[in-house]
């Protein structure tokens, strides 16, 4: 069959166009992950250095450079496998670890970050680039943000914002649980929510329309973190996070993860009637039973949902999570998680996830979904109101 181009042009597709143009004569670093890829598949640093770039360092956010790294595996500096250039490890042992220092930026003129993001404020490598641009904005150092597409899409936005005493490094800005925004707009908002002096330059993607989910580019999809193996995975992703915060398995160690929701003293049968009673729309539930390999319940068998996704322009997958998260505390045994979370241990992991902890307490107070919903409305008004105008103005509907 002949090759079908893709519809849309990546930061990076367009990169490869001008041949690196603007990076000639320059040291440049990049920030990226396995997904740091063009539409022929064909990775950024390979890229970089077959037009003869001068890369000085490699930076790896979550997960790593090279992306074989868990969720909160701490990740240690290292030499790429294959080219022997350096790379330093944003997220080691410490919260100070995820910041770039402005000493690693003093030799360098361009930093290139091509992070493909999934639509959802708890993924973390959009505060990674924000981090990156506060150090650029200290050593008058170039930040160029290749944009990608947001894989469920640029219309829909669901939840509140991240109240103040709820930031974390899966809130750090007060951001909607399902943004709606892609990764070069998110690098705009911070860079104006900062009131930020950094020297930020965004390679607007060609042909992405608002409406796009990720199978409407024709782009190939590398996974950019180990669980979020498909578009599919991303599309539920901004509620089946939510079950980080308890003991309740999302899925991890199992091939769907996040579609997989359940727990050994959850009865499948039971968690799906629960659930489908605070009406879901675009989304049907199938008891199953399912034993995770790593993570929590390793090795048990556990009862639970596979969600299935039936018409993604109207599913929404925090309010599903939130029937989920409602009908799985009426089993014995169900428990938020209580160790600590993406380097906190003073607040609960649910609470950072929400970026409040009025949903929890409403949910503890056994409140439904809609009356959970309503604490959400304020906030998001306000996420729709900061992005509005020139935030969103790259790209039409």
């Not at 069959?1 to 597709?13: E, F, N, Q, R, S």
């Not at 680039?129 to 904005?137: E, N, S």
């Not at 709820?166 to 900062?194: C, K, N, Q, W």
């Not at 308890?246 to 996040?258: A, H, K, L, Q, Y």
Request: proline share 6%.
């Amino acid at each position: 069959m002949p090759h079908k181009k893709p519809l849309v042009k990546t930061g990076l597709d367009l990169l490869v166009e001008e041949n690196f143009a603007r990076l000639k004569s320059k040291r440049v670093a990049l920030l990226g992950h396995p997904a740091s890829i063009d539409s022929r598949v064909r990775h950024l640093l390979d890229l970089c250095l077959d037009a003869g770039i001068n890369i000085v360092r490699l930076f790896g956010a979550e997960h790593g450079f090279l992306g074989n790294a868990q969720d909160m595996e701490t990740v240690s500096a290292h030499k790429d496998p294959r080219t022997g250039i350096d790379v330093i490890s944003l997220y080691g042992k410490t919260e100070e670890s995820l910041r770039v220092k402005p000493e690693q930026l003093k030799d360098v003129d361009v930093l290139v970050c091509d992070l493909q993001d999934v639509g959802s404020r708890y993924y973390t490598f959009a505060y990674t680039i924000a981090f990156a641009m506060r150090a650029c904005a200290q050593t008058k150092t170039k930040c160029l943000v290749l944009d990608r597409p947001n894989p469920i899409g640029g219309v829909e936005v669901e939840g509140n914002d991240v109240l103040p005493a709820f930031s974390s490094f899966v809130g750090e800005y007060p951001v909607a649980s399902r943004h709606g925004m892609t990764m070069g707009e998110l690098a705009t908002l911070f860079h104006h929510i900062d009131h930020s002096t950094c020297d930020l330059e965004v390679v607007w993607m060609h042909g992405w329309k608002r409406h796009m989910l990720f199978g409407d580019t024709g782009l190939p999809w590398a996974y950019p973190s180990p669980n979020m193996p498909t578009p599919d995975t991303a599309l539920v992703y901004p509620g089946g996070c939510l079950f980080e915060g308890t003991n309740v398995s999302e899925g991890r160690g199992t091939t769907r993860p996040f579609e997989l929701i359940g727990a050994p003293f959850i009865d499948p049968d039971r968690f799906a009637a629960l659930t489908r009673s605070q009406e879901l729309e675009g989304v049907a539930l199938r008891p199953c039973w399912f034993t995770p390999k790593f993570q929590k319940h390793a090795g048990q068998l556990c009862g639970g949902v596979q969600i299935h996704v039936t018409r993604a322009d109207v599913f929404r997958p925090l309010h599903t999570a939130l029937a989920l998260l409602w009908a799985a505390r009426q089993f014995e045994g169900f428990d938020w998680r209580r160790e600590p979370y993406e380097f906190v241990s003073d607040r609960l992991a649910i609470d950072l996830l929400f970026g409040d902890d009025r949903p929890r307490l409403a949910l503890e107070a056994d409140q439904d979904v809609s009356q959970v919903e309503e604490l959400f409305v304020t906030g998001n008004k306000r996420f729709q109101e900061l992005c509005r105008g020139a935030i969103w103005a790259g790209y039409r509907a």
